[in-house]
């Protein structure tokens, strides 16, 4: 069965980090390129970054440019999101998508596979 998921979500206050991952069972990585997106209550869905399949190649939607960095290993399968510098704004599901081509994009809709979910909430 492959299956993406997500971790690494929960509270956190303004300011502060969380790292995410989304972790790969069933296929590995290698070929494909990742995204990350969210989406927030009442709002679209929205990319955040996304990596290529060799990660030589990173991008990273205006709101959170600077304060993210994506990353991968695949040899563990498993792709990272380090976000720092957190705003209430940020507060959402967070998703990862894989898709089977190597380069980065942040369409949604050129995604093959999407995990479930991880909430951040970002509150005082």
């Known amino acids: 069965q492959l299956q993406l998921v997500e971790s690494g979500g929960g509270w956190v206050q303004p300011g502060g980090s969380l790292r995410l991952s989304c972790a790969a069972s069933g296929f590995t990585l290698d070929y494909y390129a990742i995204g990350w997106f969210r989406q927030a209550p009442g709002k679209e869905r929205e990319g955040v970054s996304c990596i290529s399949s060799r990660g030589g190649s990173t991008n990273y939607g205006d709101s959170v440019k600077g304060r993210f960095t994506i990353s991968r290993d695949n040899a563990k399968n498993t792709v990272y999101l380090q976000m720092n510098s957190l705003r209430p704004e940020d507060t959402a599901v967070y998703y990862c998508?894989?898709?089977?081509?190597?380069?980065?994009?942040?369409?949604?809709?050129?995604?093959?596979?999407w995990g479930k979910g991880t909430l951040v909430t970002v509150s005082s």
């Open positions: 998508a894989a898709g089977l081509f190597r380069l980065c994009t942040l369409n949604e809709y050129s995604m093959n596979y």
